[in-house]
């Protein structure tokens, strides 16, 4: 293990010298339109979020990977598009499949970018996420359906095909965080995963996960999933409902997101699979809240639905929400992140989520970072660490995590 460890920190020095030559060298490139400043590292736009304001006001470890060819989603590109995306054995640990990271769409700020260069930001990316793990084998990325938004971003459907690539030649996976779109209903949403499934179900970065049925089926996560009624999810998750998925080739695993108390049983209504917390905040929601992470497993395992704890970093959102300074975790020089992932681990889930890789407009990124400042924004950075402080971090919990399921498993198996 030590020798891992050595190693391992080794190829992480490495990459983070790569990735900084590669920063400093794309500094001198801008896509055409310069509405927003490139901040840091492979970058990100200082944007304001897509998130509903009034939220402010408010055993194994079954996961198992489907790898298939030929894939429904044919890899017809432009002409353009000819770069090679071939498997290169790099000396990278194995992913770690149970740590999950969520991007945001609106933090793709490479999509106006010539393609040469979005594929060397992208893959920045993926390294720089791998790189330090064992960390987090799956990325979670938002979406909308073809041709819609967020009001800060831009339509992110274009670009699932390049992600899928390049998360595909370092052994990543990828997974859906449906965003609550105008419109959102049983009726899209059974579209919108029919969509998802028929175009990119069958490419080998599509993560599915074994259900507790024992069936390896895609996983998806719902933001604001409580906006719909419980009866109206019933209807496509319940095998009673009228237009149920359940057992049919669209099937999946869906995780609703737990806000207030209530959604616990609200999710178990509606036909939920499991629940996630998103939020960085400890303190901010009941959901979020380190202290209730226990009652909420025991109730998931008592339903046999799967927890999914998010941890972060710290949060700060005043850039774009003066008004809202009293939900600023102090990232306390790392400390914070590793009282979350500490609390995480605790509770002994199937799966621990990362919010997030790269949403600097509500600090909440671990990705690299360096002094900068951009018109009037100055950027936040990680002094007086090393500016990939919070990658080591995640790297150094993600063995741990992988340890303590060892030992869960074991004294299962002793029963």
């Known amino acids: 293990m030590a020798r891992f460890r050595r190693k391992s920190c080794v190829t992480l020095t490495a990459l983070a010298l790569l990735i900084f030559v590669i920063t400093v060298i794309l500094k001198t490139l801008t896509p055409d339109d310069t509405s927003a400043v490139d901040a840091f590292g492979v970058g990100l736009f200082a944007v304001k979020s897509q998130r509903e304001e009034d939220h402010l006001l408010r055993n194994r470890v079954n996961v198992e990977i489907r790898t298939r060819a030929p894939h429904v989603m044919t890899r017809k590109v432009p002409e353009e598009k000819e770069l090679s995306f071939q498997s290169e054995d790099h000396a990278f640990p194995p992913p770690n499949y149970n740590m999950h990271v969520f991007l945001p769409s609106h933090c793709f700020f490479f999509i106006h970018y010539p393609y040469p260069f979005k594929i060397i930001l992208l893959e920045g990316t993926v390294l720089i996420i791998i790189s330090i793990s064992v960390c987090s084998g799956v990325l979670a990325v938002s979406w909308y359906p073809a041709g819609m938004k967020d009001d800060n971003g831009e339509p992110v459907d274009d670009i699932i095909p390049l992600i899928l690539e390049v ?4 052994k990543v996976k990828v997974v859906f965080h449906i965003e609550p779109y105008k419109g959102r209903d049983e009726n899209s949403m059974l579209e919108n995963i029919k969509y998802i499934v028929d175009k990119y179900g069958e490419h080998p970065a599509f993560f599915r996960y074994r259900s507790p049925s024992g069936k390896l089926l895609p996983l998806f996560y719902i ?14 998750l319940k095998t009673t409902g009228k237009k149920s998925i359940r057992n049919t080739p669209y099937d999946g695993v869906f995780i609703g997101l737990l806000v207030e108390e209530k959604h616990k049983k609200e999710m178990l209504a509606a036909g939920f699979d499991g629940i996630y917390t998103y939020f960085a905040t ?5 959901g979020s809240s380190y202290h209730n992470w226990k009652s909420i497993k025991d109730f998931c395992d008592r339903n046999n639905l799967i927890f999914i704890p998010s941890v972060g970093p710290g949060y700060i959102d005043t850039s774009i929400r ?5 939900n600023t975790r ?7 992140y590793e009282t979350s992932l500490s609390a995480a681990v605790a509770t002994m889930p199937q799966v621990i989520s990362i919010t ?9 990124q671990i990705e690299t970072a360096i002094p900068k400042t951009g018109g009037q ?3 936040l950075d990680y002094l007086p660490h090393k500016p990939a402080v919070y990658l080591e971090i995640t ?17 299962q198996d002793q029963l």
Do not use: V
């Open 223 to 236: 933001y604001d999933s409580y906006l719909q009624n419980p009866d109206i999810w019933a209807q496509m």
């Open 395 to 411: 790297h150094r919990w993600a063995i741990k995590f992988s340890e303590e399921q060892e030992k869960w498993l074991e004294r």
């Open 322 to 326: 003066p008004w809202n300074s009293q």
């Open 356 to 364: 997030s890789f790269n949403e600097w407009h509500e600090g909440t």
């Open 377 to 379: 924004t100055a950027y």
């Open 330 to 336: 102090n990232r306390l020089n790392g400390k914070y």
């Open 282 to 286: 400890n303190g901010f929601s009941y």
């Open 167 to 170: 998360a595909d030649k370092y």
